[in-house]
């Protein structure tokens, strides 16, 4: 292994089965306190119903042995708690202790969604505060904290802008959406009932503002932008874009997934956005938890607040506050009960350590990126040059050269004990490295990853296999995914 | 700030190495007009032990120290505090997405047993890494059988879940399904005439929850029947997970969309909880949501990868199967740890506790003079009774003795006032059944009077 890994160093993990291996009859590792009432025969009581061979295969272990087996798998994973997770769009910052703590708080973990609301004040003022701060970060006017999570929030906005158009007469036909947009745009605009049109990026990577003028007719209902946008700039004509979405009746919506760049440096609602949602698992700290869970609550202008989706936080009689279901415009439930409340206490418990000191975390998130930016550039092709705000993206053409690819420079990083930037996304860069270090790196932390960057930039030049076989030190080696999904074991048997 | 992990002078270094003169010049492609001068009117900056005194006078002013008789789709449960040792790892608790397999093997394995679990609990053949939550894993469940017959009309039990009912129009309204719902019969369980009538060769789905949401088991097999015989799917949806320790499972649906919330998550005022959905094998390519399989190295060593991720939306934008990206993993991880501490005897007892309390329960409301059952049909944790005066009234008095009633159902079914859900546990002991049952005795006695 190359002396240059300066981060980490190789040391003994467990091997570990899968529990239904380790299975043995007759073990077990929960006891119930003893029933207090008469038995009841479930044969007796479910008749037909009655699982009367109980579930087979289920796992029969002991407490030491799950405890075991749970911790040994853990320590197979990367994390945050580890080091740095440049994960561009993610924003894998750090996801502070006590968020964790005051979110199982009894009488904060213990409340069930359908008490009186006479005896959940608590949760409700914890909900009005959330909005509050949110409605002050966003510049918006009103917010649904509904949302589970991003894709869903994009839902809820589409929704929202539906419902809003449909109220003028027509509720359009299409959405807009660039190039180097999310995923989750597309595959939400058809859910709202939308046919999808792309944009394509002008050669600075910003929405080409003549091509959007040509595309927004009066079947437009919306244009769903990133911004700053999947390459980490801002869309300097920001409110050109607004202008001619607005003047032909149209409105605009932004993924907030990129908020990081801009909590309390600048507010969509003074840009003109209509409707937002913002990711509270990358900018408001709650943890990604392997892949969720998350919340997206949606923030939008005046015009869109009666047609909030249900559970609605009110003031009842100027002082007391409660849910309420009754709301004759509303686009209807998102998702049952009242929002994610337990991501959603995380979020103000982050929001309240900083104050409006967030701004600092915004800063912070932005000097990292170009730090890395400035020290990478000549190493990497960077391929769009415009100012960058909290992540920044390579690609991988001089590599190319010597037939080393994103993937591959990815994969390498992991043995110098990083876990890689995204791959291959946004779809606009071909070969893509994107990056994006937040607020929570230090400068000993960056330039640990500046150090290995370049190292493997120099590797791909000099010894290109060794980047095409990595990672050399983990558990396991690339899997085989083609295989993987060409005959699927989706379970154990 | 203590997160902030910069010195003033760690910041002017960056800022030079960089070539900006402040920090203000890289914020300078905000144009002007719209670069903040002001800072946010936020509260704070608080100290740790401000925000923990924050969040314990918020948990003052709600329902500590009250019984709870609730549970309509959120239930009390008994969970381990090894679950929360394990979920508070932070190679658990802050690791993404396990894109990355190679580092990321933990959190791939642990989904791959979540999926045997809930295979093993439903008695379906594969299962996806999570949804959202019950209500949306039921929406997406009609969306993929609507995608697998291509019919376009779906028919809702009344007794599905109503929150649940509610996200499912929400979600079809705009893309040509029509939902109509199908009426309860007098036992509380779907009518078997009604759905028959209504079903018909455009139908994709017929919907159920059992338990459903007045506390009735189904009959599964039969209403499978019936929808098959027209070429619809049955979808199944379970909100209480562990009645599965002792209710035979709906091996007969189709499609299978399961609340994990029972197993390992608090009430959580609403969330966040964990959707699963379980299906057949020959259906996994319609399938939405994340799935984890095994995989080969180079060595022949095992391992486990996302797979099938042509379905999803960051490979296949406006075609995949679902907007879905972050899903609930970590809950979904609380499952596999509760799962596997309660193992098939530990359930099994916990399914039989709550079925012995809830009949003993019910055993005891019915002595008292006004109260009945109000459907005969089996149940397990859940049961309706009818009072003879608004539940609502009664549920007022019942908190002066630190009770929080059973759910009024008028809400949701105005063909249903004077009925209430009652949800006992195994968390619920004898001594507050039985306070309950005085309590509800001497409301009575006094609300329907005043009436």
């Known amino acids: ?493 | 700030m203590r997160y902030l992990p910069k010195s003033p002078a760690e910041r002017d270094e960056m800022l030079q190495a960089i070539g900006a003169r402040s920090i203000d010049d890289l914020f300078s492609s905000i144009p002007e007009p719209f670069r903040l001068r002001e800072p946010l009117r936020l509260p704070g900056p608080y100290s740790e032990a401000e925000v923990v005194r924050y969040f314990k006078d918020r948990a003052k002013e709600n329902s500590v120290g009250y019984t709870r008789f609730l549970g309509a789709g959120v239930y009390d449960h008994l969970r381990s505090v090894v679950t929360d040792t394990i979920l508070q790892r932070g190679e658990f608790l802050t690791s993404y997405t396990p894109y990355q397999a190679e580092i990321s093997q933990g959190t791939l394995q642990a989904i791959f047993e979540f999926q045997t679990l809930v295979c093993q609990l439903t008695g379906q053949e594969v299962a996806n890494a999570s949804m959202w939550d019950g209500s949306t894993a039921t929406t997406e469940a009609v969306l993929m059988a609507e995608r697998l017959t291509r019919r376009r009309r779906v028919l809702v039990a009344r007794s599905l879940h109503p929150e649940y009912r509610d996200v499912l129009k929400t979600y079809t309204k705009n893309v040509d399904i029509e939902v109509e719902e199908i009426p309860f019969g007098s036992d509380g369980a779907v009518d078997p005439q009604a759905l028959q009538s209504a079903l018909g060769e455009d139908v994709g789905a017929v919907v159920v929850q059992s338990p459903n949401f007045l506390g009735v088991i189904e009959d599964v097999p039969s209403i499978a029947e019936t929808a098959h015989l027209s070429q619809a799917m049955l979808v199944v949806a379970v909100t209480e997970g562990v009645s599965l320790g002792v209710v035979r499972p709906p091996v007969e649906a189709d499609i299978v969309a399961l609340e994990g919330q029972s197993f390992g998550l608090p009430p959580s005022y609403g969330g966040p909880f964990v959707g699963v959905i379980a299906t057949h094998e020959k259906f996994v390519r319609q399938m939405p949501g994340r799935l984890a399989g095994q995989a080969v190295d180079s060595q022949g060593r095992r391992g486990f990868v996302l797979t099938l991720a042509a379905r999803e939306q960051h490979i296949r934008r406006e075609r995949a199967t679902s907007n879905i990206c972050t899903n609930q993993a970590l809950c979904a991880l609380a499952v596999t740890v509760h799962l596997s501490l309660l193992g098939k005897e530990g359930l099994r007892e916990m399914a039989e506790q709550n079925l012995a309390k809830a009949h003993f329960a019910l055993r005891e409301l019915v002595k008292i003079p006004g109260v009945q059952r109000a459907f005969a049909e089996p149940f397990f944790n859940e049961f309706t009774i009818a009072l003879p005066c608004p539940v609502e009234r009664v549920n007022r008095q019942l908190l002066d003795e630190k009770i929080v009633g059973p759910f009024s159902l008028d809400s949701f079914y105005p063909d249903l006032p004077d009925h209430a859900l009652v949800c006992v546990t195994e968390t619920t002991t004898r001594a507050e059944i039985e306070k309950l049952a005085s309590a509800l005795r001497v409301a009575l006695a006094v609300g329907c009077e005043t009436a």
Not at chain 1, 59 to 87: C, K, Q
Not at chain 1, 399 to 407: A, I
């Open chain 1, 1 to 493: 292994m190359s002396e240059k890994i300066s981060k980490a160093s190789r040391h003994v993990s467990q091997n570990e089965g899968l529990l239904f291996e380790i299975s043995s009859p007759g073990k077990r590792a929960f006891d119930l306190p003893p029933l207090d009432v008469p038995p009841t025969q479930p044969r007796e009581a479910l008749g037909a119903n009655y699982r009367s061979n109980g579930i087979a295969g289920f796992p029969e272990v002991s407490e030491i042995e799950v405890l075991r087996h749970f911790t040994r798998l853990s320590t197979w994973n990367y994390a945050i708690d580890l080091g740095m997770y440049p994960l561009g769009s993610c924003t894998m910052k750090y996801n502070p202790r006590v968020n964790e703590f005051v979110a199982r708080l009894d009488g904060i973990a213990t409340e069930h969604p359908l008490q009186p609301s006479a005896l959940s004040q608590g949760c409700l003022k914890i909900l009005r505060l959330l909005e509050q701060c949110l409605l002050e970060i966003t510049g918006m006017d009103a917010i649904t904290l509904q949302p589970a999570a991003g894709a869903q929030g994009e839902l809820t906005g589409l929704l929202l802008i539906r419902a809003y158009l449909e109220r003028q007469g027509n509720p359009r036909k299409k959405v807009l959406i660039p190039d180097s947009a999310h995923g989750t745009n597309p595959a939400t605009a058809v859910i709202a009932g939308y046919a999808v049109e792309n944009i394509r990026s002008d050669p600075r990577g910003q929405v080409d503002v003549d091509k959007l003028r040509e595309l927004v007719t009066d079947e437009v209902a919306a244009l769903m932008i990133t911004n700053p946008s999947t390459l980490g700039i801002f869309e300097e004509r920001i409110s050109d874009i607004a202008g001619i979405l607005h003047a032909k009746g149209a409105l605009l919506y932004m993924d907030g997934a990129n908020m990081n760049a801009l909590a309390g440096r600048a507010r969509p609602g003074d840009f003109g956005v209509d409707v937002m949602h913002l990711n509270l698992h990358k900018t408001f700290s709650t943890p990604h938890g392997g892949g969720g869970p998350g919340a997206g609550p949606v923030a939008m202008k005046k015009s869109l607040e009666p047609f909030r989706p249900v559970p609605v936080l009110v003031e009842k009689d100027g002082r007391e506050l409660a849910l309420e279901t009754d709301r004759p415009h509303s686009i209807g439930r998102v998702k049952a009960f009242s929002g994610s409340f337990g991501v959603l206490v995380r979020a103000l418990a982050y929001i309240l350590a900083y104050g409006p000191g967030i701004s600092q975390a915004t800063e912070d998130a932005v000097l990292n990126a170009n730090y890395i930016r400035k020290n990478l550039e000549r190493a990497f092709k960077l391929p769009y040059t415009l100012p960058s705000m909290h992540e920044v993206v390579f690609s991988d053409a001089i590599q190319k050269e010597n037939d080393v690819n994103t993937m591959d420079i990815a994969k390498r990083l992991i043995d110098y004990g990083f876990h890689p930037y995204t791959t291959a996304f946004p779809l606009i860069v071909p070969g893509a490295l994107m990056i994006e270090p937040t607020e929570s790196e230090s400068k000993q932390e960056c330039d640990l990853f500046i150090e290995a960057m370049r190292s493997i930039a120099e590797e791909a030049a000099t010894n290109p296999d060794l980047l095409k076989h990595a990672p050399h030190t983990t558990r396991i080696g690339r899997l085989d995914e083609v295989a993987a999904a060409r005959k699927p074991v989706l379970r154990w048997k």
